[in-house]
């Protein structure tokens, strides 16, 4: 059986292939589009995975649809209800939008899908997922586990904002809900707001942010905003915030609380902003261990699997793994919207069809979440020729070998192999790579190539067989969704000058022998690289530890600010002549800096809104 899922018309629109309840492809629609989150309709996504399955639309089975669009209207009816008359101009704003668009999805839905076939009876195909099974789903069937507890949490669905469901087998039962408006991501979110970042986009950077404040709100948010109960239940104080019928995330008695209004976005970020981010990352990972522990409790599972968009919250998550609350986790890849598109094809063929589940390879069923478009050597370099690209072809022993030297001279490279990674992790199929152990690195990646702000981390990729060694965490964590500290055998104690360094300038602290990968806070984002899912780029690390000892690259996603990572080899040469970068890699293309025109080097930086 051929399903396709689709996530679309909020954010970060998908499409996902299974066939027979094994997954083939999946890929996000801003990555085609090039327009960061795109919240369109799947059109690039679902013709992606047609071609790469080589069917035609007519061989589709079923089309599954990430949550219920019904719902979600009685939600937004119901909220505008309670709360009214407050929020009436945004109920304004929103009421034409849902009553043209999105109440009349499902003929939507049909006519966009009679684009790649008028003749099929694509209303018969038509199925709805709701929204916390479809994440539900995504986290549990492609795990490793026979029987787990699933943990879901976001900002909201239709009107769950946490659940937690049991999965056995091809069973899936949703268990327990906590409902909108009580919502941990709009916490979240609304201190990503109040902070001057943009919601869902900038809570990493609050994640990231966190390390260099000190968490001395954070009794004032519990006392406040949230009563958190023992077993990690909630309420929020709504009287705090302006998301559920206004056009902000918070108001003027949040503002109070704080002292101050929110930061206007782009501007200097100061002790304030670090310490409101210290502050609800700790409040946010007290509540998630609690929520563990409670399901511990209730449930006696010895697995537990994470999605939703409070899951990329990596820190949190390495707070689970580290207390051993389960003897394992496992945590959805493309954990956000956009896997609700693969969640909701599961859905279908689990919980509508009774399929089995495929037979797990390799750790789990997402094959690395390598499951996104791949380009033949041919096609490589006719595109790169009609770019103008100047390249060599180079045997796989010579290319790893000069790339690795590249690396080992602290020079920034451009990584692009295979299929595209599914998520928002580059994973070293689209990546940029840089020498841990050079301190001017994770500055110069930040400033010179991704033109970003400079507290932003970067993450490990680690040969899987050394990983305990440089890390204390010996597991694997393929997705770079779990923080862990650096091992003590590589930590350094700070210097003076160091110890004077304040705010931001801290990120330039020599605190380990791979200052590039270490956080302020001595931890890192690890990436565990397996030969199994991607043997070339554990052999490019293998070959960078042969001249160096270190079995470790820095790796992050390649793109710049505001843009959706590349896609096509053409992506990878425009964000390669616009950036610092010195080397290019694109299959067994090797292209040096030095030897491309200038004249094709764009400044299109500006061309991407800042995220």
């Keep these: 059986m051929r399903i396709l899922g689709l996530s679309a018309l909020y954010h970060d629109s998908a499409a996902a292939l299974i066939v027979d309840g094994r997954v083939v492809a999946a890929a996000q629609e801003e990555r085609f589009t090039r327009k960061k989150h795109d919240a369109s309709l799947p059109t690039h996504s679902i013709q992606y995975c047609l071609d790469h399955a080589k069917i035609a639309p007519a061989e589709i089975d079923v089309v599954a649809f990430y949550e219920k669009p019904f719902l979600k209207f009685e939600r937004l009816l119901e909220t505008y209800a309670a709360f009214a008359p407050r929020g009436f101009s945004s109920f304004r704003r929103a009421i034409p939008i849902w009553v043209k668009e999105k109440l009349f999805q499902k003929d939507n839905l049909i006519r966009h899908l009679k684009t790649f076939d008028p003749d099929v009876d694509w209303a018969s195909k038509l199925i709805f997922s709701e929204h916390h099974l479809s994440h539900a789903a995504s986290a549990f069937y492609p795990s490793p586990f026979e029987t787990a507890a699933v943990l879901t949490m976001d900002g909201v669905g239709e009107w769950a904002t946490t659940s937690l469901a049991h999965g056995t087998g091809n069973s899936l039962v949703m268990q327990k809900e906590i409902h909108f408006p009580h919502s941990l991501g709009l916490l979240y979110s609304a201190f990503t707001y109040y902070t001057g970042f943009r919601v869902n986009s900038g809570e990493y950077k609050v994640m990231g942010l966190a390390p260099y404040g000190r968490p001395i709100h954070a009794q004032t948010i519990l006392d406040n905003l949230i009563d958190l109960k ?59 261990l609690r929520l563990a522990r409670g399901i511990k409790k209730d449930t006696g599972a010895a697995n537990l699997c994470l999605a939703g968009g409070v899951a990329l919250n990596c820190v949190a998550n390495g707070k689970i793994q580290a207390e051993g609350i389960f003897d394992r986790l496992w945590i959805q890849p493309a954990a956000g919207d956009a896997g609700g598109a693969l969640g909701a094809a599961l859905v279908a063929h689990h919980l509508h069809h009774d399929g089995e ?88 990646l930040n400033l010179k190539v991704k033109f970003r702000e400079s507290f932003r981390p970067f993450a490990p990729a680690v040969l899987r067989e050394d990983v305990g060694d440089w890390f204390e965490i010996d597991d694997d964590s393929p997705y770079m969704l779990i923080v862990a500290p650096v091992e003590n055998d590589h930590c350094l104690p700070l210097s003076r000058q160091d110890l004077e360094r304040r705010g931001t300038d801290r990120v330039n602290a020599m605190r380990s022998t791979i200052p590039a990968v270490t956080h302020v806070d001595y931890s890192a984002r690890v990436q565990t690289v397996h030969e199994e899912t991607n043997p070339r780029f554990h052999a490019l690390i293998s070959a960078f530890k042969e001249k160096t000892g270190v079995p470790i690259v820095v790796n992050t996603s390649f793109n710049v600010r505001g843009e959706p990572i590349v896609c096509t080899p053409e ?29 094709l080097k764009e400044d299109y930086a500006d061309s991407f809104a800042l995220d």
């Design 230 to 288: 023992d077993d990690g239940t909630f309420r929020l104080d709504l009287s705090y915030f302006n998301y559920a019928t206004g056009l902000t995330m918070t108001n003027r008695r949040f503002d109070s609380l704080f002292g101050g209004p929110p930061r206007d976005p782009e501007t200097a970020i100061g002790q304030r902003e670090m310490d409101l981010a210290a502050s609800i990352q700790s409040v946010t990972e007290e509540v998630v």
């Design 357 to 444: 589940r495929a037979p797990v390879s390799q750790g789990d069923s997402m094959a690395g979440t390598y499951l996104g478009p791949e380009f033949e050597q041919a096609e490589i370099e006719k595109r790169l020729s009609t770019a103008g690209a100047v390249f060599e072809r180079l045997e796989e022993p010579e290319l790893l070998n000069r790339t690795a030297t590249v690396l080992a001279d602290n020079k920034g490279v451009g990584w692009f192999q295979g299929r595209m990674e599914f998520g928002p992790r580059a994973l070293g199929a689209r990546s940029i790579l840089g020498n841990p152990t050079d301190p001017e690195t994770q500055r110069t």
């Design 571 to 599: 992506d990878a040469f425009r964000c390669f002549m616009a950036t610092g970068l010195d080397l290019l890699v694109i299959g067994d293309c090797f292209l040096e800096k030095e030897k491309q025109d200038p004249g």
